[in-house]
């Protein structure tokens, strides 16, 4: 009976996982291929750069290197407009904010993917449905 | 003289096509629109929204997103609908449920899903056209005038032009990816008739709809902010019966439409073999250009 109860759990979780995954990519204009929406990645870097702009919101993180640099990770998000009917603003993350992020990675190895959520020294947490 | 001919016959059609005229409103007319219902402001699909002014902000609040009937939309996405959420991946199309198509647009499904393309032209900004663009999670707003209701569509910057003067529908309408659209009051319910569509809107996600395709749309209020729309499809060629969903909006009475210009900054697409491309480099800004 444990087993089974477990397993409905487990069973439960993976469909709460699976709307998710559905319904994160309703709101854009394109299809996932390009991510590995199966995979989710974390990276710590700093924010370099923000474009507030349609049809998506790209976000630029500098992530420091074996070599003593810094890779340049670029992340897709939502639109602005669903984005500040959330909670968002275009000055929400700043240049040089420190922050963690969650990803689905590029299928093609490329550094970045599909923003899922990042968190924020001040321990803020960002998502794509909500601010915060 | 021959091309005076060709001239003269060319500028007669020119004032046949455009023989609806739009004439300067009374004060009568604009005094028969207060006894319309009030579409008034900005709404969504899916949840939230109402109240008026202390409102919450959040169109898609979980709980309260059960109140979006979205699931029964033209192009509710199953997974999607369930949230209130307006579905409509790329594409804008709907997945063809509950559609009973002819065997012919069956098969045309059949060897879409059977090769479906990664992506869709949405994903290079064509805008869906009807009747997906009225399922796009994005707000709109109603516009009623004397003689016109205008419907203004955040999602790719749209814009739908109802005609509600008397005015008829065309016999042989241009092609257009809102077909052409006249609309009258039935009591408190607007009802719409739009006819010829672009071959490049869609009945469902790989199913085209013949030139014969017909959207009678049905917008009333069902409480003071919700805004019932039910749709019906019919496609002799496509479709063996007429189709209908209902779906719901919410206004959202402290929300503005903002723009959505697509092509300001848009890394997606897919190429003309259906394959998806991505571009995150932002290639105008060296500070940020990768090797």
């Not at chain 2, 959420?85 to 879409?112: C, D, F, I, Q, W």
Request: overall charge neutral; some cysteine; aromatic content about 8%.
């Amino acid at each position: 009976m444990k087993t089974n109860l477990t397993r409905t759990i487990l069973a439960m979780l993976v469909a709460a996982i699976l709307i998710t995954a559905v319904a994160g990519p309703a709101a854009a204009h394109h299809s996932f291929s390009a991510f590995n929406t199966t995979e989710e990645k974390t990276i710590v870097g700093t924010v370099k750069k923000v474009e507030w702009t349609n049809p998506h919101i790209w976000i630029y993180i500098d992530v420091p290197n074996e070599k003593g640099g810094a890779d340049i990770y670029s992340f897709e998000g939502m639109s602005p407009n669903y984005l500040e009917r959330r909670d968002w603003t275009r000055t929400t993350l700043k240049v040089g904010d420190k922050i963690t992020v969650t990803f689905n990675p590029m299928r093609d190895g490329g550094k970045g993917g599909m923003f899922r959520n990042g968190k924020l020294d001040s321990g803020k947490i960002l998502t794509m449905s909500g601010g915060q | 003289m021959a091309s005076a001919g060709i001239l003269s016959v060319a500028f007669s059609s020119i004032s046949a096509a455009q023989s609806n005229i739009t004439k300067s409103p009374t004060t009568a007319d604009w005094t028969a629109m207060s006894r319309l219902p009030d579409f008034s402001g900005v709404w969504e699909r899916g949840g939230g929204g109402g109240g008026g002014a202390g409102a919450a902000p959040r169109g898609n609040a979980p709980a309260a997103g059960a109140r979006g009937n979205a699931g029964a939309a033209p192009a509710a996405g199953a997974g999607a609908g369930a949230q209130g959420r307006g579905l409509v991946g790329a594409g804008g199309g709907a997945r063809g449920g509950g559609m009973s198509l002819t065997p012919e647009y069956e098969a045309k499904r059949r060897a879409y899903q059977a090769n479906p393309p990664q992506d869709t032209a949405a994903a290079n900004c064509l805008p869906p056209g009807m009747p997906g663009i009225m399922t796009q999670p994005y707000p709109m707003e109603f516009l009623l005038t004397p003689g016109k209701v205008t419907i203004v569509i955040e999602a790719y910057t749209q814009v739908r032009h109802i005609y509600t003067d008397g005015r008829k529908l065309p016999e042989d309408p241009d092609p257009r990816f809102f077909g052409t659209s006249v609309g009258h009051w039935e009591g408190d319910t607007l009802v719409v008739d739009s006819v010829g569509f672009a071959p490049e809107t869609q009945l469902a996600a790989g199913v085209p709809h013949s030139d014969k395709m017909k959207i009678l749309e049905r917008f009333r209020l069902t409480d003071p902010d919700t805004m019932s729309i039910e749709t019906t499809i019919t496609d002799p060629e496509a479709l063996t019966a007429p189709y209908t969903t209902t779906s719901s909006l919410r206004r959202h009475r402290n929300w503005t439409i903002s723009e959505y210009i697509c092509e300001q900054n848009n890394r997606n697409g897919v190429d003309d073999k259906g394959k998806s491309i991505i571009n995150p480099n932002f290639t105008n800004d060296s500070s940020t250009k990768k090797d």
